[in-house]
C-alpha cells in the first residue's frame, strides 16, 4: 500500500472512529426536581431573609441559590397547591373557594379537568413522581395523587392539617386523621413526628428507582409549621426567653433584620397592626407567658423542618444526585393567624379533645395556635397575614438552586408567582404544554418560565403589561406593573377595590383611585376581564362567613 492510500484509509479510520464515539455520546439527562413546600412559614422566619430562627440548611441553599424577595403565592393552602401542582388559576384548577365542594365549574373542591397537573405530564417525559405530607385537594374517589399522576405518595388525603404525632383528629367530622399511600388507606406509625416521617418516605421513594438513569419529581409536602403546634421539647428549648419581649417587639426587630438581609428597601414601614392583635402590655404576666411559649414552640418546629430540609439534601449528596437536582423551596402563603381552639365552630371539640395548658403545650395532647398576633410579625413588613389578597397573605420566602443557577447568592426583586414553577419544570424536562389532554381541552398556562432569570441571562420575569389575579371568597386582587387593586372588603362591591402602587407603597396604606382615576378604571377593566376569564363567582354574604 502507497503512501497516499495509507493517509486515506487512516482518515477513513479516524472518522469513523469519531463518528461511531459521537453516536455513542447519551443525551444530557434532564434535572430532577425538588419542590418544598413550607405549611404556613412566614415570609421573616429564616436566617437567610433576615429571621432569628436558626436555620443553617435553608441558609445554605441562599447561598448556592436565589432568594426572591417578591415571589407570590395563594392565600390559602388548598388555593396555593391548585395553582401550584397545576400551573394555573384557582378557578381554572378547581379550587376557587377552599373547602367548597359544588358541580359549579370552578368549585370543584378537587383538581379539574381543564388543567394537566404537574407530576402527570412530567411522567409522560419518563420521571419519576413521588409525594409526601399535605394534599388538601380533595378526598373524593378519583382525587387522590395517586390519581393525579404521582408515582408513589403518603399523604393527609383531605385535612388541612392534623396532629403531628398521631392520627388524632383535629376536626369534629374526623376524629381520626385519614392517611393514604399510593391511593390506598394507610396508618399513622407509632413514636413518628409528621416533618420526619414525610422525609423518611420521600427518601424512601427516590432510593427505591435509583439506578435506573430516569428522573424524579419529588414534592416535600410538609405540614410544618402549620397549626397544632407541636414538636419535641429538644427543638423550641433552645428559644426558650428568646421571645418575652412580645410580638410587636418581634414585628420591629423583624423589619430591620429584613432591611439588613437585603430583602425589603431601607424606607420600608410597618403597617398598623391588625385590628384583632391585643397590645402586649395588656396582657397579663400569665398570658405573656403563654404567648412567649407559643413563638417558642413555632420556633422549634421551623428549626426541626430546616434540619430535615438538611436531611434531603445529604441524601441527595450522599448518593451523587444532588449536583443535577433543582430544588425549589417556598411557603404556600403568607403567616398563619387561625386559632381554631378558641373559634366558636371547632373550639368545643377541640377543647374536650385537646388542652391549651402551659406545661403540656407543644406534646401531642396541646392544640396551640400563634395567631393573629405573632402571624403579624411573620408577615412584615406587609399588610395582615393568610387568608387576605393583601402582600401579608401572599408574599412568601423562595429560593431556587441547583443546575442552571447563576449568580448564586444574590436576591431579586422581581415580581414573580408560583403559576411561573410549572412552565420552568416543563422547560427543564423538554416538553411542550399540550392543548389537549385525554381528548380535552385545557386551559393555557399562564405563567412564563424562570429559566431566563435564573440563568442570568434576563433580570426580570413579566413585563409591566402582565397581569396576575386572584379572588377568593369575596377577597380579591389584581396586579398589573407596580399597581394593584385590592378588595378585602366583605360583602363584595366593586367601589371597595383599593389602587396600590407598590413602588412606593410596599404596605397598601395609601388608596390612589381618586388621584389616578383613569388608572383605576385601567385596572377595573382587567379585573372585569380576569373574572370572567376564570369564572368567578361572587359568595353570597352568607356564603362569605361559612
Known amino acids: 500500500m502507497n503512501t497516499k492510500v495509507l493517509v486515506m484509509a487512516l482518515f477513513v479510520f479516524l472518522g469513523f472512529s469519531l463518528f461511531s464515539c459521537q453516536k455513542e455520546i447519551p443525551p444530557p439527562k434532564p434535572p430532577n426536581i425538588l419542590l418544598i413546600v413550607a405549611d404556613d412559614l412566614g415570609y421573616a422566619d429564616m436566617g437567610s431573609f433576615g429571621g432569628d430562627i436558626e436555620t443553617p440548611n435553608l441558609d445554605e441553599l441562599a447561598r448556592q441559590g436565589i432568594r426572591f424577595s417578591r415571589f407570590h403565592t395563594g392565600p390559602l393552602c388548598a388555593v396555593t397547591r391548585a395553582m401550584l401542582l397545576s400551573g394555573n388559576y384557582n378557578h381554572v384548577a378547581g379550587m376557587g373557594s377552599q373547602g367548597l ?89 407509632n413514636d413518628a413526628y409528621s416533618t420526619d416521617y414525610y ?36 427543638y423550641w428549648k433552645k428559644y426558650q426567653g428568646r421571645y418575652d419581649e412580645g410580638y410587636e417587639v418581634l414585628r420591629v426587630q423583624r423589619l430591620e433584620t429584613l432591611k439588613k438581609a437585603g430583602m425589603i428597601s431601607p424606607k420600608a414601614e410597618l403597617p398598623p397592626l391588625h385590628p384583632k392583635v391585643k397590645p402586649w402590655n395588656s396582657l397579663s404576666p400569665e398570658e405573656q407567658k403563654k404567648e412567649a411559649r407559643k413563638m417558642e414552640l413555632y420556633a422549634g418546629m421551623v428549626d426541626n423542618l430546616d434540619q430535615n430540609i438538611g436531611r434531603l439534601i445529604t441524601y441527595l449528596k450522599e ?79 423562595m429560593i431556587i438552586a441547583g443546575p442552571g443557577v447563576e449568580n448564586k447568592g444574590s436576591i431579586t426583586d422581581s415580581f414573580l408567582t408560583l403559576l411561573d414553577l410549572a412552565p420552568t419544570f416543563y422547560e427543564l424536562a423538554g416538553l411542550r404544554y399540550p392543548i389537549q389532554w385525554k381528548e380535552k381541552a385545557v386551559k393555557p398556562l399562564p405563567g412564563e418560565s424562570l429559566i431566563p432569570l435564573l440563568s442570568g441571562k434576563s433580570k426580570s420575569v413579566h413585563d409591566s403589561n402582565y397581569v396576575f389575579g386572584l379572588e377568593h371568597r369575596g377577597y380579591a386582587m389584581i396586579r398589573k406593573g407596580d399597581w394593584k387593586i385590592l378588595n378585602i372588603e366583605r360583602p363584595f362591591q366593586l367601589e371597595n377595590f383599593l389602587l396600590i402602587n407598590l413602588k412606593t407603597d410596599l404596605a397598601e396604606q395609601i388608596d390612589l383611585k381618586e388621584t389616578y382615576p383613569e388608572k383605576f378604571q385601567e385596572m377595573l377593566s382587567e379585573w372585569a376581564s380576569f373574572s370572567k376569564e376564570v369564572g368567578v363567582v361572587i359568595p353570597t354574604p352568607k356564603e362569605e362567613t361559612d
Open 199 to 234: 422525609t423518611d418516605k420521600l427518601i424512601e421513594y427516590i432510593r427505591s428507582n435509583q439506578g435506573d438513569d430516569k428522573p424524579f419529581f419529588a414534592f416535600a409536602a410538609y405540614t410544618s409549621p402549620h397549626w397544632p403546634l407541636q414538636v419535641e421539647e429538644k
Open 319 to 397: 448518593t451523587g444526585q444532588y449536583e443535577n437536582t433543582l430544588i425549589v423551596f417556598m411557603s404556600d402563603n403568607g403567616a398563619a393567624a387561625e386559632d381554631f381552639y378558641n373559634q366558636d365552630y371547632y373550639g368545643p371539640y377541640l377543647q374536650e379533645k385537646y388542652t391549651d395548658d402551659f406545661e403540656e403545650m407543644g406534646t401531642e395532647n396541646s392544640f396551640i395556635s400563634y395567631g393573629p398576633q405573632w402571624a403579624e410579625a411573620g408577615s412584615a413588613p406587609f399588610l395582615y397575614h393568610k387568608g387576605y389578597t393583601t402582600e401579608g397573605g401572599m408574599t412568601t420566602p
Open 101 to 189: 365542594v359544588t358541580a359549579v365549574p370552578g368549585y370543584e373542591g378537587r383538581l379539574s379537568d381543564r388543567i394537566i397537573p404537574i407530576p402527570e405530564l412530567l411522567r409522560s417525559a419518563d420521571y419519576h413522581t413521588y409525594m409526601a405530607g399535605k394534599w388538601h385537594l380533595g378526598g373524593m374517589e378519583g382525587a387522590n395523587p395517586a390519581d393525579k399522576g404521582f408515582e408513589k405518595s403518603f399523604v393527609i388525603q383531605d385535612e388541612g392539617g392534623a396532629n403531628h404525632f398521631s392520627d388524632r383528629g383535629i376536626f369534629p367530622d374526623i376524629p381520626t386523621t385519614i392517611y393514604t399511600e399510593n391511593g390506598e388507606q394507610a396508618h399513622w406509625p
